[in-house]
């Protein structure tokens, strides 16, 4: 299911729209500040933001730059705000779309379908070298095809998808396996880092691209 992060101080706005939104098959949460719109970001995964211009701990602009830092998740801003240099400054930080309030239901339905098409369409993921095929689910790296199990395969593509941010254990074994102890134990992630280290990196025991963080977790660094 698709889920959407709604950042938006007004209850009632927020209710109406994630009643609406539920409709269409989308699952929306919701977030009053930009501290807590952040933090959801951070840790969970999400397909889409519905950004509040003004909110009550800052404003869009500032919470969209630190979006830009780590994500290119799509942002559709909805302000109240009305000058065009705010949309200009708006798309210049990064905001996919931009909606002036009061905005029609449909017409916002309509641009974040739109949205999420063109999030999809990319389906070729290219990153330190390493090409990762969404349609056939095949890494290749110099032309050379690297053999990955699906696990592995699943592993790499989320790293790379969040590259240059750093995923805790329970992140990816929730994305990657779930959080109901279907995984073998608790060292299911390190083990199948270790594999995919034996595949991509020249030198496994120092590697480049694939980090540990340690005592938060790991990242895909690219460079």
């Given at each position: 299911?698709?889920?959407?992060?709604?950042?938006?101080?007004?209850?009632?706005?927020?209710?109406?729209?994630?009643?609406?939104?539920?409709?269409?098959?989308?699952?929306?949460?919701?977030?009053?500040?930009?501290?807590?719109?952040?933090?959801?970001?951070?840790?969970?995964?999400?397909?889409?933001?519905?950004?509040?211009?003004?909110?009550?701990?800052?404003?869009?602009?500032?919470?969209?730059?630190?979006?830009?830092?780590?994500?290119?998740?799509?942002?559709?801003?909805?302000?109240?705000?009305?000058?065009?240099?705010?949309?200009?400054?708006?798309?210049?930080?990064?905001?996919?779309?931009?909606?002036?309030?009061p905005f029609s239901l449909a017409v916002?339905?309509?641009?974040?379908?739109?949205?999420?098409?063109?999030?999809?369409?990319?389906?070729?993921?290219?990153?330190?070298?390493?090409?990762?095929?969404?349609?056939?689910?095949?890494v290749t790296q110099q032309n050379r095809?690297?053999?990955?199990?699906?696990?592995?395969?699943?592993?790499?593509?989320?790293?790379?998808?969040?590259?240059?941010?750093?995923?805790?254990?329970?992140?990816?074994?929730g994305h990657i396996w779930d959080n109901?102890?279907?995984?073998?134990?608790?060292?299911?992630?390190?083990?199948?880092?270790?594999?995919?280290?034996?595949?991509?990196?020249?030198?496994?025991?120092?590697?480049?691209?694939?980090?540990?963080?340690?005592?938060?977790?790991?990242?895909?660094?690219?460079?």
């Amino acid at each position: 299911m698709t889920k959407i992060l709604m950042i938006e101080d007004d209850t009632d706005l927020q209710e109406g729209l994630a009643f609406s939104l539920k409709l269409e098959g989308y699952q929306t949460t919701c977030s009053n500040t930009c501290r807590d719109g952040l933090h959801l970001l951070n840790t969970e995964h999400f397909d889409l933001v519905l950004l509040d211009c003004n909110l009550p701990d800052g404003n869009g602009f500032d919470l969209c730059s630190q979006i830009r830092e780590h994500s290119r998740i799509p942002v559709l801003m909805l302000t109240a705000r009305d000058t065009e240099m705010d949309e200009v400054k708006a798309l210049e930080l990064g905001v996919d779309d931009y909606m002036r309030k009061p905005f029609s239901l449909a017409v916002l339905k309509a641009r974040i379908k739109k949205l999420l098409q063109h999030k999809e369409q990319p389906e070729t993921i290219v990153s330190n070298g390493i090409s990762i095929d969404k349609n056939l689910c095949t890494v290749t790296q110099q032309n050379r095809e690297i053999v990955c199990s699906q696990t592995e395969y699943r592993l790499l593509l989320y790293l790379v998808e969040n590259r240059n941010k750093v995923l805790s254990k329970e992140q990816i074994l929730g994305h990657i396996w779930d959080n109901s102890g279907k995984y073998v134990d608790d060292n299911t992630v390190s083990v199948n880092i270790r594999r995919l280290r034996t595949k991509i990196e020249e030198d496994p025991s120092n590697p480049r691209y694939l980090k540990t963080v340690y005592g938060l977790g790991y990242l895909w660094k690219e460079e």
